[in-house]
């Protein structure tokens, strides 16, 4: 299959499992929330996950459900994100906001209740030994926590109030908590399942969790917000710092080319194994939502 086919039915699986997780849930609106919190997205972080695992041996069936627990996690934190408190968004995926089609409470409840199940789906056996569920959801709380994403997002918000815009390097240090931690740990889980070095994989995610987010701010000046299914130049509005206000247009375009270039050349070890992986960086700066 091609990478966008290959996209597409990664997604359709990572969906199943999720519905799965939620089937024989309470009929309660925190659990019609949740569920309609993982609908659609690119689901590129639950490919990363299952890609990285196939690559290395492991057949999708034993790694969905650490797909589908980043795809719950980051659920969670698109719905926090979205609230008053936070970005103030009424607009996710073409769709309205959970706290604009329910109410705050039941938005914050359903983002508590996905992050949990992130967890509960990691503690899956299929997934592996004891030991090696342990060491994914470890690795899960740290990318996701207070040395994380919360702690990328925290920064994200106390930018919002200095007295003066970031510098490129403290930018860079946001968004490798804050967009680039859960994208390391998707493509490290893989190597965590398989008992495999995940060095490799660690440092082309890397470079790709900041071209993606490179590629997010370069959406948010020239993209459309039909096609994204958001609002746009947010941050603009907010006389907040960006890579596009700090390097130029064209510049972050380069660079955000630059760190592609990068990701690919951590994955020479895998040979033609990791072709989809390449073209998964190459897809997170051309893809236009």
Known sequence: MTFPQTLAADACLIQARLDAALADKADQPV??????AVQGGKRLRGFLVLESARMLGVPSETAIAAA???????????????????????????????????????????GDALQTLAFELLADPALGSAETRIALVASLAKASGAEGMVLGQALDIAAETAATPLTLPQITALQAGKTGALIRWSAEAGAIIA?????????????????????????DVTGDA?????RLQKDADAGKATFVSLLGLDAARARAAELVEQAESHLQPYGAAATNLIAAARFAISRET
């Open 31 to 36: 659990i019609h929330a949740m569920r309609y």
């Open 68 to 110: 589908a627990a980043v795809e719950s996690l980051h659920a969670y934190s698109l719905i926090h994100d979205d609230l008053p408190a936070m970005d103030n968004d009424d607009l996710r995926r073409g769709l309205p906001t959970l706290h604009i089609k329910w109410d705050e409470a039941t938005a914050i409840l359903a």
């Open 195 to 219: 008992h495999a070095d995940p060095s490799p994989l660690r440092a082309y995610a890397t470079a790709l969790g900041l071209a993606f987010q490179i590629a997010d701010d370069i959406l």
């Open 226 to 230: 039909t096609k994204a299914g958001k």
